[in-house]
Antibody
Framework: QVQLQESGPGQVKPSQTLSLTCTVSGDSISSGFYYWTWIRQRPGKGLEWIGYTFQSGTTGYNPSLKSRVTISQDTSKNQFYLKLTSVTSADTAVYFC??????????WGQGALVTVSS | SSELTQDPAVSVALGQTVRITCRGDSLKNYHASWYQQRPGQAPVLVIYGEDSRPSGIPDRFSGSRSGNTASLTITGAQAEDEADYHCSSRDNSGIGVVFGGGTKLTVL
């Protein structure tokens, strides 16, 4: 069974960088079949696709966040990462990592709440 | 960019049938998928490829599409189906993914 687990600080100060790690078990992120993705959900709101990393480190980002987002991977650790710079209170959200295949997300992490506050 | 529009809230009587809709231009070109999300939990895939169910999802869940509107139908709604439902599809760029705003389903 594929499992994903987010980890990282639960609080970030405004203007600083949000950093999260997704650890994958039960599958290899280097297998080349899947997009390893970050999605967030602001309080009381819908889901928002942030972006993905694919085989060999290819990435794709939501245009609305592209200037501030970096998604990377470490295949030796079977982990992928999210960095979001210059955060504001609008970036307070639950951040999910997920596996995408053929336009849908079949496995999700439990989510990590990140609060932007001084 | 693309947008998917969902009704914010829908209710259904226990045991009755409910349809949750999702509208957007991207649905003319790309399949919809649907996710169930209970409070405090991660979303769970219930429909993919427009009308396919993952293993373990009850057959009372079904999906369909007509033009730019995708629908999730629950036939014989149960109390445990009370949740938020989110639709998604590839966006018009063919690269990203777009989600609807979610529909809160109440089972009366």
């Amino acid at each position: 069974q594929v499992q994903l687990q987010e980890s990282g600080p639960g609080q970030v100060k405004p203007s600083q960088t949000l950093s999260l790690t997704c650890t994958v078990s039960g599958d290899s992120i280097s297998s080349g079949f899947y997009y390893w993705t970050w999605i967030r959900q602001r309080p009381g709101k819908g889901l928002e696709w942030i972006g993905y990393t694919f085989q060999s480190g290819t990435t794709g980002y939501n245009p609305s966040l592209k200037s501030r987002v970096t998604i990377s991977q470490d295949t030796s650790k079977n982990q992928f990462y999210l960095k979001l710079t210059s955060v504001t209170s609008a970036d307070t959200a639950v951040y999910f990592c997920a596996r995408e295949v053929l336009q849908f997300f079949d496995f999700w992490g439990q989510g990590a709440l990140v609060t932007v506050s001084s | 960019s693309s947008e998917l529009t969902q009704d914010p809230a829908v209710s259904v009587a226990l045991g009755q049938t409910v349809r949750i809709t999702c509208r957007g231009d991207s649905l003319k070109n790309y399949h919809a998928s649907w996710y169930q999300q209970r409070p405090g939990q991660a979303p769970v895939l219930v429909i993919y490829g427009e009308d396919s169910r993952p293993s373990g999802i009850p057959d009372r869940f079904s999906g369909s599409r007509s033009g730019n509107t995708a629908s999730l139908t629950i036939t014989g709604a149960q109390a445990e189906d009370e949740a938020d439902y989110h639709c998604s599809s590839r966006d018009n760029s063919g690269i990203g993914v777009v989600f609807g705003g979610g529909t809160k389903l109440t089972v009366l």
